[in-house]
T-cell receptor, first 114, second 112 residues
Framework: DTEVTQTPKHLVMGMTNKKSLKCEQHMGHRAMYWYKQKAKKPPELMFVYSYEKLSINESVPSRFSPECPNSSLLNLHLHALQPEDSALYLC?????????????FGQGTRLTVV | DAKTTQPNSMESNEEEPVHLPCNHSTISGTDYIHWYRQLPSQGPEYVIHGLTSNVNNRMASLAIAEDRKSSTLILHRATLRDAAVYYCILPSNAGNNRKLIWGLGTSLAVNP
């Protein structure tokens, strides 16, 4: 199983809503990532978890709150988002965070904030 | 952080070889060069990576210049399914973790 599964595939939320994005992998990977991708741009790293601990936060606004409940799951909690937060949110995992590590990506959650 | 420069777009014909260039003149000696691609409406997928010598796998070949300031991803026989954005990526140190710094990518169109 080399899949990273993200749910939901699409999400529309109002600026006062609270929602969560979910990501799951069963490859035994110990590093998990959240990326944000705007149209026609490369993915931008948001957070890195290594062995279930947050190791990188790329100065992401606090309205995005990551959580890693166990080694297979990664959540991104969303609260009070702005329309400019509309984007494709990608989850990825890798065996580690070393220089040669291959990352596996999910298909993403297409988020629209209205 | 080292940066990569890629052409914005390229075009190829089906069943012909494709050479996708990437410049990374500020690369450091221990940086691996990574390539990922992103098909339409999909998440990115790993293609290949290398350090100094040329690398081959089932998807592609990676030719790395002797001075390591540039590299070329080679698709030996393009298919319609290879139409994607190809990203040349270098790592950046961030404490004990290395994160990948993505270039802007090359959008490859494959003509039947």
């Amino acid at each position: 199983d080399t899949e990273v599964t993200q749910t939901p595939k699409h999400l529309v939320m109002g600026m006062t809503n609270k929602k969560s994005l979910k990501c799951e992998q069963h490859m035994g990977h110990r590093a998990m990532y959240w990326y944000k991708q705007k149209a026609k741009k490369p993915p931008e790293l948001m957070f890195v978890y290594s062995y279930e601990k947050l190791s990188i936060n790329e100065s992401v606004p606090s309205r995005f709150s990551p959580e890693c409940p166990n080694s297979s799951l990664l959540n991104l909690h969303l609260h009070a988002l702005q329309p400019e937060d509309s984007a494709l949110y990608l989850c990825a995992s890798s065996r580690g965070t070393g220089a040669t590590t291959e990352a596996f990506f999910g298909q993403g959650t297409r988020l629209t904030v209205v | 952080d080292a940066k990569t420069t890629q052409p914005n777009s390229m075009e190829s014909n089906e069943e012909e070889p494709v050479h996708l260039p990437c410049n990374h003149s500020t690369i450091s000696g221990t940086d691996y060069i990574h390539w990922y691609r992103q098909l339409p409406s999909q998440g990115p997928e790993y293609v290949i990576h290398g350090l100094t010598s040329n690398v081959n796998n089932r998807m592609a070949s990676l030719a790395i210049a002797e001075d390591r300031k540039s590299s070329t991803l080679i698709l030996h026989r393009a298919t319609l399914r290879d139409a994607a954005v190809y990203y040349c990526i270098l790592p950046s140190n961030a404490g004990n973790n290395r994160k990948l710094i993505w270039g802007l990518g090359t959008s490859l169109a494959v003509n039947p």
